[in-house]
């Protein structure tokens, strides 16, 4: 009994202890995790109820709530950025505290592209169950961050000219009426293909067959079985035609770029084709700092104007943080040429989110892009 009583005590500590370390443990492991399902959560493409992820605040405080289990959180912080610099530093929207200690959300539609981060700050309090010694309460928080995907392109292409469905439309005219003999039925065919067949080309058909009609229980009119097999022998195109050259977009023979450049109000970027072919592109790609790009004057807006390759011009009037120019698939000569971007005042201010990106379709370079940040 004594040395129960001596032992009781340690006994005691070791297993309060016990339990207030794992209770920290999972606390802390809880608010890790909200704030992690919860950017995931907020930076997923696309939207319910026409409220995109990013800007569902409420949704994203019920993620991180789901993760609540022995604790409550006391704060749940949803801010943006447009993530970080060469130094480690936030790089902020316009009018937004990037901060993770405020609260932002929502943010408005257009101030956002991809690229930018949600960030969601999670804090919960750490306090003891019985605090036998004196034990200030301890703030548990965690951050994440998550790059938000507003769209996605999707591109595709036609068949190429002589790859169209070729068919046959055989055709029967309605069988007339009989009294007692069998009707003459006619039967035609009729083709609708891209090519022409040859000369040599005779299509065939199987011959029709009919019921033979017996003396008793005919039926007036009588009805033949028509028995009517088309068949057609395909035939090769008339004039062959050589596939299209194989040409790579990769390694010495392809196609590289320099740096990306700002001149006045000019953004450009220098093209080395060295494929020895023009190649045709299907999408042109921009990213500029559109809302605080001017540091002059009161309108602090970049609108984009123009845009050229090789003598091949596009002009408008955009004000986006990014866009694929409509209607603008300018070809690439071989050798050096530059896409020039012209805005509509002079370009100050860099955001490190500036970026150009060429889709080229000439086959054996579809799956290349030229991007400048590669």
């Given at each position: 009994?004594?040395?129960?009583?001596?032992?009781?005590p340690?006994?005691?500590?070791?297993?309060y202890?016990?339990?207030e370390?794992?209770?920290?443990?999972?606390?802390?492991?809880?608010v890790?995790?909200?704030?992690?399902?919860?950017?995931?959560?907020g930076?997923?493409?696309?939207?319910?109820?026409?409220?995109p992820f990013?800007?569902?605040?409420d949704?994203?405080?019920?993620?991180?709530?789901?993760?609540?289990?022995?604790?409550?959180?006391?704060?749940?912080?949803?801010?943006y950025?447009?993530?970080?610099?060469s130094?480690?530093?936030?790089?902020p929207?316009?009018?937004i505290?990037?901060?993770?200690?405020?609260?932002t959300?929502p943010?408005?539609?257009?101030?956002?592209?991809?690229?930018?981060r949600?960030i969601?700050?999670?804090?919960?309090?750490?306090?003891?169950?019985?605090?036998?010694?004196?034990?200030?309460p301890?703030?548990?928080v965690?951050?994440?961050?998550?790059t938000i995907?507003?769209?996605?392109?999707?591109?595709?292409?036609?068949?190429?000219?002589?790859?169209?469905a070729?068919?046959?439309t055989?055709?029967?005219?309605?069988?007339?009426?009989?009294t007692?003999?069998?009707?003459?039925?006619?039967t035609?065919a009729t083709?609708?293909?891209?090519?022409?067949?040859?000369?040599w080309?005779?299509?065939?058909?199987?011959?029709?067959?009919?019921?033979?009609?017996?003396?008793?229980?005919?039926?007036n009119?009588?009805?033949?079985?028509?028995?009517?097999?088309?068949?057609?022998?395909?035939?090769?195109?008339?004039?062959?035609?050589?596939?299209?050259?194989?040409?790579?977009?990769?390694?010495?023979?392809?196609?590289t770029?320099?740096?990306?450049?700002?001149?006045?109000?000019?953004?450009?970027?220098?093209?080395?084709?060295?494929?020895?072919?023009?190649?045709?592109t299907?999408?042109?790609?921009?990213?500029?700092?559109?809302?605080?790009g001017?540091?002059n004057?009161?309108?602090?807006?970049?609108r984009l104007?123009q845009?050229?390759?090789?003598?091949?011009?596009?002009?408008?009037d955009?004000?986006?943080?990014?866009?694929?120019?409509?209607?603008y698939?300018?070809?690439?000569?071989?050798?050096?040429s530059?896409?020039?971007?012209?805005?509509?005042?002079?370009?100050?201010?860099?955001?490190?989110?500036?970026?150009?990106?060429?889709?080229?379709?000439?086959?054996?370079?579809?799956?290349?892009?030229v991007?400048?940040?590669n």
């Amino acid at each position: 009994m004594v040395e129960f009583a001596l032992a009781l005590p340690i006994l005691l500590a070791l297993l309060y202890g016990t339990i207030e370390v794992s209770r920290l443990i999972f606390i802390f492991s809880s608010v890790a995790i909200a704030s992690r399902q919860a950017a995931r959560y907020g930076s997923a493409s696309g939207a319910i109820d026409g409220v995109p992820f990013y800007q569902n605040c409420d949704g994203i405080r019920e993620v991180a709530n789901q993760s609540a289990f022995i604790t409550t959180f006391d704060k749940i912080n949803i801010t943006y950025d447009r993530g970080v610099n060469s130094k480690g530093a936030q790089i902020p929207i316009t009018d937004i505290n990037p901060s993770p200690e405020v609260n932002t959300c929502p943010i408005e539609r257009n101030a956002v592209r991809n690229g930018d981060r949600i960030i969601v700050q999670v804090s919960s309090t750490y306090q003891p169950i019985f605090p036998i010694l004196s034990f200030k309460p301890l703030e548990i928080v965690s951050a994440s961050a998550r790059t938000i995907l507003v769209s996605i392109p999707i591109f595709g292409s036609a068949l190429p000219t002589g790859f169209a469905a070729e068919s046959s439309t055989p055709s029967i005219t309605p069988l007339a009426t009989s009294t007692g003999a069998l009707p003459t039925i006619t039967t035609a065919a009729t083709f609708s293909a891209t090519k022409t067949p040859p000369s040599w080309y005779t299509p065939s058909y199987a011959t029709p067959t009919y019921a033979t009609p017996t003396n008793a229980g005919l039926p007036n009119p009588l009805t033949p079985v028509v028995i009517f097999t088309p068949s057609q022998t395909p035939f090769p195109s008339d004039t062959p035609t050589a596939g299209p050259t194989q040409i790579r977009c990769t390694g010495q023979t392809g196609v590289t770029h320099g740096p990306l450049t700002i001149s006045n109000n000019v953004l450009q970027m220098k093209i080395n084709n060295a494929t020895g072919v023009t190649l045709t592109t299907s999408q042109i790609y921009v990213e500029w700092n559109n809302d605080t790009g001017h540091g002059n004057g009161g309108d602090p807006t970049l609108r984009l104007r123009q845009a050229t390759l090789a003598g091949q011009t596009w002009n408008g009037d955009l004000l986006a943080p990014s866009i694929f120019i409509p209607g603008y698939t300018p070809n690439i000569p071989p050798g050096e040429s530059i896409i020039q971007f012209t805005f509509h005042q002079t370009y100050d201010v860099t955001d490190g989110t500036e970026r150009i990106i060429i889709y080229i379709s000439t086959p054996g370079c579809t799956n290349y892009l030229v991007d400048s940040m590669n």
